[in-house]
C-alpha cells in the first residue's frame, strides 16, 4: 500500500474522518506530493524548511492565507500518519504556523427569511412537493448536505417525529417539527413511490430520473429557491444549517443541545453561533438606539 492509499485508509478507518475532509486533505497531500516531486524530494526526507517552503510557494501562486493554513493542517496530519507508521521520527509540519486568520462568522437568514425561503416550493406538483420536504427536513436538523442526500428511508421515523442521522460509525437522533413531518409524509407517501426508479430503491431523495439526489442538484435546487424568494444573501445547504443553530440559540436552547444535534465533535465550533448572535444584536443597537 503507497502512503496516500494507507493514508486515506487512516483518515476513513481510524480517525472515521467525514467524506469532506477526506477529500480535502488527500486533495491537499497530493499536490505536496507533486511540488515534492518538482524538487527531487521524497515525503519522507522532507524537513522543516522544506514544508515552509511549499506553503511559501502556495501564498505565491496567490491562495489565500486561509487556504494555505488549511493546507498545513492536512501535512500536519499525514506526517502525524507517517510517524505511527514508523516512516519517520519527525513531523516536519509541526510548529509551523501562518498568520492568523480572522474567523469569518457565518451567514444566517433571519427568521422571516426562512418561511419566504420555505414558502417557495410549490408541493402540488412532485418536484416541488420533493423540494419542499428536502428543504423542511435541512432546516428541522441542520444536518449537512452530505447527510442529507445519503440518507436512506430507513433513518425516517415519521410516527415518533425524529430522524436517524448515520455518518460512518457515528449516530445522533434529531427531532423533527410538525410541518416538516407533514411535507415529508406527502412526499415519502405520494410522491418518492412515483419517481423511484427501482422498486428497491432506499434512498429518501431521488431526482426526478428515479436515482439518488447528488450534491450539485440540490445546490441549484437551493439556488433555484433563493430566485424566487429574491433574498439577496447568498445561500447555500450550509446557511440552512447555520440558521438552524443560531435560531435554537436564539430561542434558548443550551449549547451542547445544538453541538449534539449539529454532530460536532467539538463545542467551540458550536460556540460561533454565540458570537453570531451577539454580532445581530450589536447591529440592531446601532441601527436603532438613538445615541448611536
Known amino acids: ?84 507508521e514508523g516512516i519517520v521520527t519527525i513531523n516536519p509540519a509541526k510548529g509551523l504556523t501562518l498568520e492568523k486568520v480572522e474567523r469569518k462568522l457565518p451567514q444566517i437568514l ?62 445522533r437522533i434529531i427531532p423533527l417539527y410538525p410541518t416538516a413531518v407533514r411535507a415529508l409524509n406527502d412526499y415519502v407517501e405520494h410522491v418518492r413511490p412515483r419517481i423511484i426508479e427501482q422498486p428497491d430503491e432506499r434512498s429518501l431523495f431521488v431526482n426526478m430520473n428515479g436515482s439518488r439526489m447528488s450534491r450539485q442538484g440540490f445546490w441549484k435546487i437551493i439556488k433555484h429557491y433563493q430566485e424566487l424568494a429574491g433574498i439577496q444573501k447568498d445561500i447555500t445547504p450550509h446557511t440552512l444549517r447555520h440558521s438552524f443553530a443560531a435560531h435554537l440559540l436564539e430561542n434558548g436552547a443550551d449549547l451542547v443541545s445544538i453541538q449534539k444535534m449539529l454532530g460536532h465533535a467539538d463545542i467551540s465550533s458550536t460556540q460561533v453561533y454565540t458570537q453570531v448572535i451577539n454580532q445581530e444584536l450589536k447591529d440592531v443597537y446601532n441601527k436603532a438606539h438613538p445615541r448611536t
Open 110 to 171: 433571519t427568521s422571516k427569511e426562512v418561511e419566504l425561503f420555505l414558502e417557495q416550493p410549490d408541493p402540488r406538483d412532485a418536484k416541488g412537493c420533493r423540494d419542499k420536504a428536502m428543504l423542511e427536513l435541512l432546516y428541522a436538523t441542520g444536518i449537512r448536505v452530505s447527510e442529507l442526500i445519503d440518507l436512506n428511508l430507513e433513518h425516517l421515523n415519521l410516527s415518533a417525529s425524529f430522524l436517524r442521522c448515520v455518518t460512518r460509525k457515528k449516530e
Open 1 to 84: 500500500m503507497d502512503q496516500l492509499a494507507g493514508y486515506q485508509h487512516f483518515l476513513v478507518e481510524e480517525k472515521e474522518a467525514s467524506n469532506n475532509t477526506v477529500s480535502s486533505y488527500l486533495r491537499d497531500v497530493t499536490q505536496y506530493f507533486q511540488w515534492l516531486a518538482s524538487e527531487r524530494l521524497l515525503p519522507e526526507n522532507a524537513i522543516q524548511s522544506d514544508v515552509d517552503r511549499y506553503t511559501k510557494y502556495l501564498l505565491s501562486l496567490g491562495k489565500t492565507i486561509s487556504t494555505v493554513t488549511r493546507s498545513l493542517a492536512s501535512l500536519k496530519s499525514f506526517y502525524s500518519y507517517l510517524m505511527g
